[in-house]
């Protein structure tokens, strides 16, 4: 029986590092992906269209928001940004686990909606460390930069609503948090296949959990509220 993967929303001010960690997480751990986002901001040097972000035209984005493609979507710094419905679900019905980099807005939206996903909040040591990441990444003018640390600010009192809270001054530390939070997500007794343990018998068939994650996919075929 195929485990249903589970939706962690990585959320925390731009620039902070939510990118940089969640594709490592695709190349650390096993079974992740990174759900490719669609926008209507223009590439910045180095990035690529369906590899950093789908680059589109604002009228294709509202047609597909016309259209219900997007789990959740925004309008971030005057620009549209958001997450499409049906790759995320592929992926979770494949039992892959889906992390989403996304900001606060629609990590709010994603909370009305999956009440099963993991929630975890980036934060930044400093806001002039943050200042400094988003001056060396490039790409946004000294006006963006101004914009996205008074955000910042804003966002960051909301992290109560979150499960975790990474604080991602070394890199290498807060890697190795978010790594350890997928996995032991992944072995949480709600959410673990209990099966084997009907089949080698250390476990009564009434006994089996029926609120386990395996039932529910089996059962319902999802964990979403619409
Ligand atoms: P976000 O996705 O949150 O907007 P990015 O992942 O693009 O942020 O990171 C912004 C910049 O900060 C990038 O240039 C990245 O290499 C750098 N960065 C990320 N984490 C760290 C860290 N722990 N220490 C130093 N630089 C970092
Ligand atoms: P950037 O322009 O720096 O790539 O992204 C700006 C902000 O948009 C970041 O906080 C990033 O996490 C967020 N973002 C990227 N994709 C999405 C998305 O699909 N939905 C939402 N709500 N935010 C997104």
């Not at 589970?6 to 695709?26: F, Y």
């Not at 493609?69 to 494949?94: K, V």
Request: aromatic share 6%.
């Amino acid at each position: 029986m195929t485990r249903k993967g589970i939706l962690v929303v990585v959320s925390g001010p731009s620039g902070v590092g939510k990118s940089t960690l969640c594709k490592t997480m695709t190349s650390m751990v096993a079974e992740t992906t990174l759900s490719l986002s669609y926008t209507t901001r223009r590439p910045r040097p180095g990035e690529r269209d369906g590899i950093d972000y789908c680059f589109v035209q604002e009228d294709r984005f509202r047609e597909m928001i016309q259209n219900r493609e997007f789990a959740e979507w925004a309008e971030i710094y005057g620009q549209l940004y958001g997450t499409p419905h049906s790759s995320l679900r592929q992926s979770m019905d494949s039992g892959v686990d889906v992390l989403l980099d996304i900001d606060a807005q629609g990590a709010r939206e994603i909370m009305k909606r999956f009440s099963e996903a993991v929630y975890v909040f980036v934060v930044p040591p400093s806001l002039e460390t943050l200042r400094t990441r988003l001056v060396h990444r490039a790409g946004d003018s000294p006006g963006e930069i101004q914009r996205r640390l008074q955000k910042a600010s804003e966002e960051i009192q909301n992290y109560k609503s979150y499960h975790y809270l990474i604080r991602n001054d070394d890199l290498a530390r807060a890697t190795k948090e978010l790594e350890s939070i997928i996995i032991a997500e992944r072995v949480k007794t709600d959410r673990i296949g209990v099966g084997w343990l009907v089949e080698k018998k250390l476990l009564g068939e009434g006994e089996r959990n029926t609120d386990s994650h395996e039932m529910l996919v089996t059962k319902q075929g999802g964990q979403e509220h619409d």
